[in-house]
């Protein structure tokens, strides 16, 4: 997707001040060159703080001292996008925001809040499409959580601290917190893991925590389904209101419920006696039944109704995209004959000759443009839309459970069991009572193969074992590894162009450790952390940002930001020297070759993958070394009085 840093903007705290802008260019190797202690090494920490980072990491002192807010201009495939972050003076971070958007915004003057941290994480959230839901429902480490585009930035950024280190690859993962979590996201940043597979996932935990549940009902009375209960009570409820009992407590256990029961069978109708007080209050009961079996029926009402809209929106989408889909693929001939009759005037049906224009043709590839853009223009489904679907399938399976339970408990407390309702209180209609229920307790004691619960838990049984095709863990796995061997020869690719010992020997990213291993002429495996030298660690380290880069770009159901920002890459060849504000680079002629190396390597990466990448430098090396080169684009030169943080503002 597009996802490109247009401008780094800062503004100053002096208001009589104007504010800064550092401008970047789409599909180019971006360079700022200059020397140490001139704020280069600040872009990164300032990009993600204006993300919505948890930590400001931004340099303190000069840049914090005299800035008020931070932003980034971004440019999107049909927006731009200001985002904007205030400094957080003593604090480690400030929770005040500033998002603009529109198709050509307009850099303020001065910044006022419009936002929090919380929202903007949201709102960039629903522009990447994450899913909403867990990756793992079922684990509740907080390492399984939803996936941010915050875990992206981890392909984004190479501070100088990562950018030649043997032991960690990716941004932050220096931390367990973030390691780990970026190991589990890694299926879903592969594509491996869908929006719709962990909406399936989500479903499949919470139908086999029914099952279990059920399950339990099945294998003890003492455990039986919510509308089991609802009967226990209503019994209890006719037994006080003949008169076999005084007193009972609805919230008691339900050994004890039975307990009371087995008492009152054992009685006959002449141990009976009818009070007034007791028929009133089972009058007051039944009445407050019969309001909540109302409104609980109006709630499944509403449920069922925003199930079925959802579904339809659902499935009209669907339909409209394959429609899209089957005309472009009518159409695409054309493209084929156009191509024919531009080679040759001879008609490949009848063999004839042709010196006329090509104007119909020219009308069908118009046509398959057009419908290219309609297909583009269609609005992909809400990210939160799988999410609001399983909340709604939860609640009506929850209300359904409810009003069954009323419904029952109603149907028992009411009389209607009866066959005679007029002989309800009469010795022969308590008699009955005592039979019923009795018949019911022998119910409770055995639930039987063809029972109710049973049918419901093959019915989950059914769509346990549909679920389970969409999560298939063995696909999953399949895909993950083939996106690791792609993003394997891919490194193996960009390495040759780079300075490294053995450019011929294999590489394997190992996703579970977030690290290489190198297989040797010996056919050993070495792990990344084995390999000496920091030039072979630089190496690796762009090849495989580069080609994780490749690897999103084509991949189309994952979106992740396109650029990549390296923070001083030639610093493992620079001499140790004293830091000046104007040092100049002088280093030997093949470690020269070798910085050369990376800028020639990228050139190469944006050329073959069209300029689909944008990528940011920040260096010491100058013209000298990376002058010349196709791709490259010099932002600034920071030397002397230039440098991130205006003279004026000083």
């Known amino acids: 997707m597009r996802f490109i840093i247009k401008k780094v903007i800062l503004w100053p705290k002096d208001e009589n001040c104007k504010f800064r802008t550092v401008t970047f260019e789409e599909g180019k190797i971006n360079i700022i060159t200059g ?70 915004v307009t850099i303020p003057d001065h910044i006022e809040s419009n936002t929090n941290v919380t929202e903007v994480k949201n709102v960039l959230n629903e522009f990447f499409s994450m899913s909403f839901l867990a990756l793992d429902p079922a684990n509740r480490d907080g390492f399984s959580s939803r996936a941010s585009y915050r875990d992206f930035m981890a392909f984004l950024f190479q501070p100088q601290n990562i950018v030649a280190n043997a032991d960690v690859m990716f941004y932050k993962a220096d931390t367990m917190e973030h390691r780990q979590k970026l190991i589990n996201i890694f299926p879903y940043a592969l594509g491996a893991v869908t929006p719709q597979i962990l909406a399936a996932r989500q479903e499949l935990d919470r139908i086999k925590k029914q099952k279990e549940r059920m399950q339990r009902d099945l294998d003890s009375i003492k455990d039986v389904a919510e509308g089991w209960r609802h009967e226990i009570v209503s019994w209890l409820a006719q037994a006080k209101e003949f008169g076999l009992i005084e007193q009972y407590d609805e919230h008691m256990s339900f050994e004890d419920q039975i307990s009371i029961l087995t008492e009152i069978i054992s009685k006959n109708e002449n141990e009976s006696s009818i009070q007034s007080s007791n028929i009133k209050d089972l009058s007051s009961e039944i009445l407050a039944l019969r309001r909540e079996e109302h409104k609980v029926s109006a709630q499944l009402f509403a449920l069922q109704k925003r199930y079925t809209e959802m579904l339809q929106l659902k499935d009209s989408l669907g339909d409209y995209e394959d429609s899209l889909k089957i005309q472009v693929q009518r159409l695409e001939i054309s493209y084929w004959l156009k191509e024919l009759a531009s080679q040759s005037k001879v008609c490949p049906f009848c063999n004839n000759e042709h010196t006329g224009d090509n104007n119909e043709l020219d009308t069908l590839c118009q046509a398959i443009e057009e419908i290219e853009k309609s297909a583009s223009s269609v609005k992909t489904m809400p990210a939160a839309f799988e999410r609001e679907l399983q909340y709604v399938q939860k609640d009506i399976d929850i209300y359904t459970d409810k009003l069954n339970a009323i419904r029952n408990r109603l149907l028992v407390e009411s009389g209607q069991q009866a066959h005679d309702s007029n002989r309800k209180y009469t010795l022969t209609g308590i008699s009955r009572f005592l039979g019923r229920m009795e018949a019911s307790l022998q119910t409770f004691s055995k639930i039987g193969s063809d029972s109710e619960l049973e049918t419901r838990i093959s019915e989950l049984d059914e769509r346990i074992d549909v679920l389970s095709k969409i999560v298939n863990e063995r696909e999953i796995k399949k895909k993950v590894d083939n996106a690791i061997r792609y993003v394997n020869a891919t490194i193996g690719e960009i390495i040759k162009d780079l300075d490294v010992e053995h450019p011929d020997d294999p590489v394997d990213f190992v996703y579970k450790d977030l690290t290489l291993k190198v297989k040797n002429a010996l056919g050993r495996d070495d792990y990344l952390w084995e390999i000496g030298s920091a030039s072979n660690w630089l190496a690796y380290h762009i090849a495989t940002i580069l080609a994780f880069q490749q690897f999103f770009q084509r991949q189309t159901s994952v979106s992740v930001p396109n650029f990549v920002i390296l923070d001083q890459p030639s610093q493992v060849y620079f001499p140790q020297r004293a830091n000046s504000e104007n040092d100049t680079v002088t280093i030997k002629d093949e470690d020269k070759e070798a910085v050369k190396k990376i800028f020639t390597c990228m050139d190469a990466f944006l050329k073959r993958t069209k300029g689909a990448v944008q990528i940011i430098v920040t260096e010491h090396a100058d013209d000298d070394i990376w002058g010349g080169i196709d791709s490259v684009h010099l932002v600034e030169r920071w030397r002397g009085e230039n440098k991130l943080v205006p003279q004026e503002w000083l």
């Open 35 to 104: 020397a140490s202690r001139t704020g280069k090494s600040a872009i990164i920490p300032i990009i993600d703080y204006c993300l919505a980072s948890d930590k400001c990491t931004i340099p303190v002192d000069t840049i914090r001292n005299k800035t008020a807010w931070f932003g980034v201009l971004v440019l999107s495939d049909d927006e731009q996008i200001l985002i904007c972050r205030k400094e957080p003076g003593v604090k480690s971070s400030s929770g005040e925001m500033y998002l603009l958007r529109g198709t050509d």
